[in-house]
Nanobody, 125 residues
Framework: QVQLVESGGGLVQAGGSLRLSCAAS????????WGWFRQAPGKEREIVAA????????YYGDAVRGRFTTSRDNAENTVYLQMNSLNPEETAVYYC??????????????????WGQGTQVTVTS
């Protein structure tokens, strides 16, 4: 079992930046692949980014590639999502998630076993 707690959400103007954090506790942090997802009202949960346990491989959704960066600090048991050039359409609840590492990165939220409570990101125009 692993417990995840996101932080760093808030209100930002269009074009601004935020950094989200996901602190993990429980079983060995390094045993997991991590994902960031977001869900806007009335929409399905979508992949934002994913990162392997070593941080050596990452994946980004088409909508965020080039603007968002995910990283991890295994010593701090924390995963980060740096979000730049935000736009109002990206207002959503952002979640971090984890699954047992098997060498692959996954886009489908159903592939993840553990979820944080989510943090609200609101981008104003």
């Amino acid at each position: 079992q692993v417990q995840l707690v996101e932080s760093g959400g808030g209100l930002v103007q269009a074009g601004g930046s935020l950094r989200l954090s996901c602190a993990a506790s429980g079983r060995t942090f390094g045993s997991y692949t991590w994902g960031w997802f977001r869900q806007a009202p009335g929409k399905e949960r979508e992949i934002v980014a994913a990162i392997t346990r070593s941080g050596g491989s990452t994946y980004y959704g088409d909508a965020v590639r080039g603007r968002f960066t995910t990283s991890r600090d295994n010593a701090e048991n924390t995963v980060y999502l740096q979000m730049n050039s935000l736009n109002p359409e990206e207002t959503a609840v952002y979640y971090c998630a984890a699954r047992s590492y098997d060498g692959r990165l996954y886009e489908n939220p159903n592939e993840y076993d553990y979820w944080g409570q989510g943090t609200q990101v609101t981008v104003t125009s």
